[in-house]
């Protein structure tokens, strides 16, 4: 890795030259140059000397035109799947918890909160703006709060906070952590869900992984460096995981795709309903088909082995880890 020139960087508009967990200013340069597949612009990824946190730079102004209106707007199979696969994910967390006051940070939709009323649960939403709210709203018939979790009431406290696949699209990750703690009843516990850098699938994809997803994904964790940031405002790992069966194999795919030279990203842009059936989706969609076996058995080994390319935190506050040791 190269030493990121930080006096050519400050010069360069909206380039992050600090560390966003720690604020340390001693970089590497770790990608040099991933490209956005929805735009096409290019980014680097910087890591941090001092804490081993990577993340994104120039960090955009807006962020709007890397999340078009038809962005993941998946199709009712691939819904219909997600749906079932969450459902198995939702049972995993509340097995051993009596039903309470849930909060999902970034919930899209509303799948999982769906999930979780279903369970008992009484549930509050967090999206990032009106519109992003009202197919959650709908779906729930519950309190669905646009903008920030800034705007989510502090005095009732929450039993579980949710924070699924939505830390990594954060500019100031520590902010948010701050705050869902704040937010935690003693009891409670939050539930963190990232791409994992440290997996075998980050390492083969490097550049062109799949979910490394420049520049939505701003901040990227090894387990190390997440729980670093989870200890520092107060919470303790209590548990954590790297199975996903609902975003590894693919990954595999597409990443090895990727590797192939293929148009970047073309099958995950079909699904997404970003691109319409070209000859690169064909391309893409019968060399998938022959990668689905390998791509699962790779990722069930990579599970075993605590390499899988997401990974699943529970946290809990501090004193109460102490407790049960």
Not at 111 to 130: C, D, F, I, P, Y
């Amino acid at each position: 890795m190269k030493q990121a020139n930080l006096s050519e960087a400050t010069t360069r508009p909206g380039v992050v030259h600090e560390c966003p967990l720690c604020l340390s200013n001693s970089l590497d340069v770790l990608f040099s140059r991933s490209v956005d597949h929805i735009t096409g612009a290019s980014f680097l990824v910087y890591e941090c000397c001092s804490c081993d946190v990577k993340f994104t730079a120039p960090v955009p102004d807006c962020l709007d035109s890397y999340y078009p209106s038809s962005y993941r707007g998946y199709g009712p199979v691939v819904l219909a799947v997600l749906r079932a696969l969450y459902r198995l994910r939702v049972r995993g967390w509340v097995s051993d918890r009596s039903p309470g006051r849930v909060l999902e940070v970034g919930c899209g939709p509303g799948l999982m909160l769906e999930a979780l009323q279903e369970k008992g649960w009484s549930v509050v939403g967090v999206e990032r703006n009106e519109d992003a709210c009202s197919d959650a709203r709908q779906r729930l018939g519950a309190e669905v709060v646009a903008g920030g979790i800034e705007n989510v009431d502090k005095t009732e406290g929450f039993d579980l906070i949710v924070l699924f696949n939505v830390l990594e699209h954060v500019a100031d990750p520590m902010y948010l952590l701050k705050e869902c703690a704040a937010r935690l009843n003693r009891r409670g516990a939050l539930v963190v869900s990232v791409p994992n850098l440290r997996s075998w699938q980050a390492s083969f994809g490097g550049p062109v992984w799949l979910h490394l997803d420049v520049p939505r994904h701003l901040v990227h964790f090894t387990p190390d460096s997440l729980s670093d940031a989870l200890q520092s405002v107060g919470l303790s790992v209590s548990e954590l995981t790297t199975v996903s069966p609902e975003h590894d194999p693919f990954g595999w795919i597409q990443s090895v795709l990727n590797r192939m030279g293929l148009p970047f990203n073309s099958l995950t842009q079909y699904l997404m309903g970003l691109k319409g059936l070209d000859v690169s989706v064909v391309c893409s969609t019968l060399l998938a088909m022959l990668l689905v076996i390998p791509a699962i058995a790779v990722s069930v080994i990579s599970w075993v082995f605590q390499r899988g390319a997401l990974m699943e935190v529970t946290a809990v506050a501090t004193d109460r880890s102490k407790e049960q040791e």
